[in-house]
């Protein structure tokens, strides 16, 4: 069983997004670290970008802050590799495809493999058009992460199919963001998903608060939160990792205990 697979045995999981250096490297190390010991399942670290174009303005602050305090990809990887040093918890990267790209499909997947990457989400990249860096994903052993829009309804089927690692579901139309309500018919879009994956799937954009999670997690294998935390982030600066553990540690319970 790999680590992803190991996140959602016999549990949902509860899903953690963070950017990689913000506010800064040390803080980025502390605050994903936090989320760990509070009991996340997985932790998608994000590789910051200067044209988030799936963000709401939350992540696209705290890209601007990382890349302003010197945030690169090698240094994502250095930072990932810390994390790695510490817990056997999956590591999934988020970023465009720039950034993959500009670093070299093989080169960047090989160093995913290197320091224990388990799987890659880019928002940007159509699930028609994954092939050419999927082949380099599949040489490394690195899960390409699917993800199903309320939109997709006609390619349910065949992203579901073949989908690696879990589905990424998206709850909502637009960019990421906290929401207060989340209206899509997600039950319906789960029911389709659950006849073609061979994979958990778990549900991401705008959920922030125990009531959501616990809903999503009815609905799905597990729940996503990012621009939540780093709201979190944003108000604290360096002096977040204390909140960021009793946030996690609310949602992690409301899931878990689905």
Do not use: W
Request: aromatic share 8%; charged share 25%; with cysteine.
């Amino acid at each position: 069983m790999n680590r992803i697979e190991n996140a959602f045995k016999n549990k949902k999981a509860f899903i953690a997004f963070l950017t990689a250096g913000d506010p800064t490297f040390d803080s980025s190390f502390e605050n994903i670290m936090s989320a760990v010991k509070a009991g996340a399942d997985l932790i998608e670290i994000g590789i910051p970008f200067s044209d988030p174009i799936a963000e709401g303005v939350v992540i696209q602050g705290a890209d601007l802050r990382a890349l302003k305090s010197g945030m690169t990809t090698d240094r994502a990887f250095e930072l990932a590799k810390m994390v790695r040093k510490e817990t056997e918890i999956p590591l999934v990267f988020m970023t465009y495809l720039n950034p993959v790209f500009k670093y070299g499909y093989d080169r960047f997947f090989a160093k995913c493999k290197e320091i224990g990457i388990d799987g890659l989400i880019c928002p940007d990249m159509p699930f028609e058009e994954k092939d050419e860096a999927d082949a380099f994903a599949k040489k490394h052993g690195i899960s390409i992460i699917s993800m199903i829009a309320p939109t997709s309804e006609e390619r349910i089927k065949s992203i579901a199919e073949s989908a690696e690692g879990f589905l990424y579901i998206v709850s909502s139309m637009g960019v990421t963001g906290v929401r207060s309500e989340i209206k899509t018919d997600l039950a319906s879009i789960m029911e389709s998903v659950k006849k073609y994956a061979k994979v958990p799937a778990a549900i991401g954009f705008g959920v922030s608060t125990t009531e959501q999670a616990d809903k999503m997690a009815r609905l799905s294998d597990g729940v996503i939160v990012g621009s939540a935390i780093v709201r979190i982030i944003e108000k604290f600066g360096e002096k977040s990792a204390p909140e960021i553990y009793k946030f996690v540690k609310s949602m992690t319970d409301a899931v878990h205990s689905i």
